[in-house]
């Protein structure tokens, strides 16, 4: 049987981290692999974590099952920090918790299916990698539109608004909450407004993936955009991540929120998403959810993941000044968000930076911001400017 299977390509960047631990020399720099990296270029467990993770194991007196919705004090204690205090939206939502944000992606995915086979999905490409895939293994159709020029990195927002607006009632339109992956470029406020007007008269469900609030410019600014178009619309589907901004990927903690105003769709919806849950994972696993819930229930653990999380997004915006300080034509990166950019080059220019300079990222271009020092700047510079990837010969 397995013999009729096609052969998948592995994940490249999982050779890109084999690559760059096989380099030995001294100045090498990591941009490539997606996580979070502190100046010793570690990515730590956050003292908020360990400190609830040091109550849990004092207190935690059972591993009994808790059901496929999972941890509802944690689904519940979530929401002031993305959706804000209003009580109003309390009362249109449903929440789950979901294995990572990946998990909320698919769950949504495939209640979606559930609800209307024939909504297609509009996705701005570039994208995160696993969106189309995650959307189209759910049977449903993906329709990609570009929504940046990588050349000039800007939004091509003509081709956003043309999309949206092409699009039928009741398609569903996939939006980076914050911290566009792999861009790093987010709508302006502007953008954003126009965006709502669009899906409100067109009738479109917005899908907002929320994986990096409090990594661009703090918690309650990143949820901006999102708390502006669910004010706005009548549906919306939220997948969110508490594997970058609490630090605990391999756990996997996510939650999907379903939002819509009619009280008996509501209730639909949530019976629809434990029972999709209950034969995909049946339950998600307890103990990131529990840690995240353990932080937030406690005022001190939470000032300081608050801290934390804050000093995380100011090295994130310091080495964006750092590079954009070290040459003009880089002079965009201190206005984009979030862990990573996306220079516009190709994989062979990629492969120079790493053969020649030591210097490792995606072969898509994409860098990871946390990878580097401040102290890096000059030499990621001069290796982009030896491989032809700068313009101007200017440093700022
Ligand atoms: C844009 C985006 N959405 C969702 C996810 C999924 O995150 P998780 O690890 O919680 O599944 C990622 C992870 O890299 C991401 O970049």
Known sequence: ??????????????????????????????????????????????????????????????????????????????????????????????????????????????????????????????????????????????EEYAFVDLMSQQVKFESVVAALSSAREGDVVLLHGCCHNPTGIDFTMEQWRQITEILVAHRLIPFIDLAYQGLG??????????????????????????????????????????????????????SNIAALARVNWSMPPDHGAAVVRTILESEEMSAMWRAELEEMCLRVNGNRAALADAALDLAFISRQRGLFSNLSMSKETAAALRARHGIYMADSGRMNLAGMQPADADAIVVALRAEGCLKSSTVA
């Open 1 to 142: 049987m397995f013999d009729e299977l096609n052969s998948r390509p592995a994940d490249s960047l999982l050779a890109l981290i084999k690559a760059f631990q096989a380099d030995d020399r001294p100045g090498k720099i990591d941009l490539g692999v997606g996580v979070y990296r502190d100046s010793m270029g570690r990515t730590p467990v956050m003292r908020a974590v360990k400190a609830a993770e040091q109550f849990l194991l004092e207190t935690q007196d059972s591993k009994k099952y808790l059901g496929p919705e999972g941890d509802l004090q944690f689904v519940r204690l979530l929401q002031p920090i993305i959706f804000g205090k209003s009580p109003t939206f309390a009362q249109r939502l449903v929440g789950i918790q979901t294995p990572g944000g990946s998990g909320a992606l698919r769950l949504g995915a495939e209640l979606i299916q559930a609800a209307n086979p024939s909504a297609k999905v509009l996705l701005g490409t570039p994208s995160w990698p696993n969106h189309a895939p995650i959307f189209s293994s759910a049977r449903l159709p993906v």
């Open 217 to 270: 410019d703090g918690l309650e600014q990143d949820a901006a955009p999102t708390r502006m178009i669910l004010e706005a619309v009548d549906e919306a589907l939220i997948a969110y991540s508490c594997d970058k901004n609490f630090g605990l990927y391999r756990e996997r903690v996510g939650a999907l929120y379903v939002m819509t105003r009619n009280e008996d769709a509501l209730r639909k919806a949530e």
